[in-house]
T-cell receptor, first 115, second 110 residues
Framework: SQTIHQWPATLVQPVGSPLSLECTVE??????LYWYRQAAGRGLQLLFY??????ISSEVPQNLSASRPQDRQFILSSKKLLLSDSGFYLC??????????????FGPGTRLTVL | SQQGEEDPQALSIQEGENATMNCSYK?????LQWYRQNSGRGLVHLIL?????REKHSGRLRVTLDTSKKSSSLLITASRAADTASYFC??????????FGKGITLSVRP
């Protein structure tokens, strides 16, 4: 069966510090991968998605970036965090080739607080 | 702009009652999905209904889709305290992306 992992689970970082959040998927190959951010009490905002190694699409301009160094690894980074980067970050995967018909499967999330 | 919008924003019911949540969307879709999120956790896929389906069941869940009104409803029958969570509808867009609504907070009182 497929599983998706995110770490760390929680993170408190000062403004201006770097960020690296990691997401890995097991039990599937060539998945589509997604990074979302959820502000408190709000819906999900898609940040990045990837359909393959090294292929990243950005949905919103910001000081965050994403990379996919391996097929089942998706990393969210920042060189300098802003207060507005605080939120709940969720990684998700979807089976390739299902187009809009497939469900997305989410990791447990990372709670980021920028002070 | 938001594709799926749920209502009500919050719903509080007694255990055993039914909970009905609605979602409206703006553009044509080939399916609509419902997800649940427990507090502080990731989202869990509940059910997908295709555009050529009008109703779908999964356990205590019943989803309807009215493409002429661009709306969907999620009914949870015989609710339990464990159903307390946020519920989101999501619609697919280009490049396999999903657009989520802002969610409905359901509280089931024991």
């Amino acid at each position: 069966s497929q599983t998706i992992h995110q770490w760390p689970a929680t993170l408190v970082q000062p403004v201006g510090s770097p960020l690296s959040l990691e997401c890995t998927v097991e039990g599937t190959s060539n998945p589509n991968l997604y990074w979302y951010r959820q502000a408190a009490g709000r819906g999900l905002q898609l940040l990045f998605y990837s359909v393959g190694i090294g292929q990243i699409s950005s949905e919103v301009p910001q000081n965050l970036s994403a990379s996919r160094p391996q097929d089942r690894q998706f990393i969210l980074s920042s060189k300098k965090l802003l207060l507005s980067d605080s939120g709940f970050y969720l990684c998700a995967w979807k089976e390739r080739g299902t187009s809009g018909r497939g469900a997305q499967y989410f990791g447990p999330g990372t709670r980021l607080t920028v002070l | 702009s938001q594709q799926g919008e749920e209502d009500p924003q919050a719903l509080s019911i007694q255990e055993g009652e039914n909970a009905t949540m609605n979602c409206s969307y703006k553009t044509s879709i080939n399916n609509l999905q419902w997800y649940r999120q427990n507090s502080g956790r990731g989202l869990v896929h509940l059910i997908l209904i295709r555009s050529n389906e009008r109703e779908k069941h999964s356990g205590r869940l019943r989803v309807t889709l009215d493409t002429s009104k661009k709306s969907s409803s999620l009914l949870i029958t015989a609710s339990r305290a464990a159903d307390t969570a946020s519920y989101f509808c999501a619609t697919p867009g280009a490049n396999s992306k999903l657009t989520f609504g802002k969610g409905i907070t359901l509280s089931v009182r024991p």
